[in-house]
């Protein structure tokens, strides 16, 4: 009888994955409902029992999706014919609550594990490399869309500030209150970019400015808009819906 091959024979990150998996389904082909409340001492109406199985779950998605992450594919770029026209608005309120920014007087905070901890004019944001990528933004909610955004790689930026790029996590502040986190990994891939500009000009209100984080490798709730501080750091930062219950890594 030949012997079943499998991919995770040839990719250590892989053999892990499929180890976690196997005693996984082992644990889940003995463990019923009732298996499950004597594990956990109370029933399945326990909400904070709930609560903490789902945010392990979660846990573990985000472990699996970070070892098969690879920080050098990149994803499907489109001809300027493709892009969504209007590009649709997003957010957790309505495009006329969006915060309103004096780009003349803002300023990038920036913090945490990194060597120049000055503020960024958008003018000395503008004087760093700049590139420019048309992507498929991908909602939760079910749709996409096809944009074009320029700006600075994140990874040019990290370098330039000395960041610590041994560190876990970069995180962002927002001028509406939002928030949210990313790998170093994924920091560092090619196409995450702090954009700075949508199609041939400064991105407008509604699309983030003065500046969005533009990361095609992930879901669209993890590209922030309106950022106005970035810091890094080893302690996990979170996100407005990842401390709602949405999966953290959330990308490819």
């Given at each position: 009888m030949s012997k079943k091959?499998?991919?995770?024979?040839?990719?250590?990150?892989?053999?892990?994955?499929e180890r976690q998996l196997h005693r996984r389904g082992l644990l889940r082909g003995g463990l019923s409902l009732g298996g499950l409340t004597m594990l956990t001492g109370c029933n399945l109406s326990d909400g904070d029992t709930v609560d903490k199985v789902l945010w392990a779950?979660?846990?573990?998605?985000?472990r699996v999706q970070a070892l098969?992450?690879?920080?050098?594919?990149?994803?499907?770029?489109?001809?300027v014919s493709q892009i969504t026209k209007p590009f649709p608005f997003n957010a957790y309120y309505p495009v006329d609550s969006a915060p309103e920014v004096d780009g003349d007087t803002w300023k990038l905070e920036v913090s945490g594990l990194v060597q120049d901890k000055s503020s960024w004019p958008l003018s000395r944001l503008r004087s760093l490399p700049q590139e420019s990528q048309i992507t498929r933004h991908i909602c939760i909610e079910g749709w996409s869309?096809?944009?074009?955004?320029?700006?600075v790689p994140l990874r040019t930026f990290l370098q330039r500030v000395?960041?610590?790029?041994?560190?876990?996590?970069?995180?962002?502040?927002?001028?509406?209150?939002?928030y949210s986190s990313i790998d170093m990994a994924t920091a560092l891939h090619p196409q995450t970019i702090l954009a700075l500009d949508y199609g041939k000009e400064p991105l407008p209100l509604e699309y983030g400015f003065p500046l969005k984080l533009r990361v095609p490798t992930k879901l669209g709730f993890k590209n922030p808009k309106h950022i106005a501080a970035l810091f890094v750091t080893n302690d996990y930062p979170g996100g407005w819906w990842e401390d709602q219950g949405y999966n953290w890594f959330s990308g490819s």
């Open positions: 091959i499998s991919l995770a024979d040839h990719h250590p990150a892989l053999q892990k994955v779950m979660s846990r573990f998605n985000d098969l992450f690879d920080p050098n594919k990149l994803v499907p770029t489109y001809d869309a096809i944009g074009h955004w320029s700006g000395g960041a610590d790029t041994r560190a876990r996590y970069v995180g962002f502040k927002c001028a509406d209150r939002y």
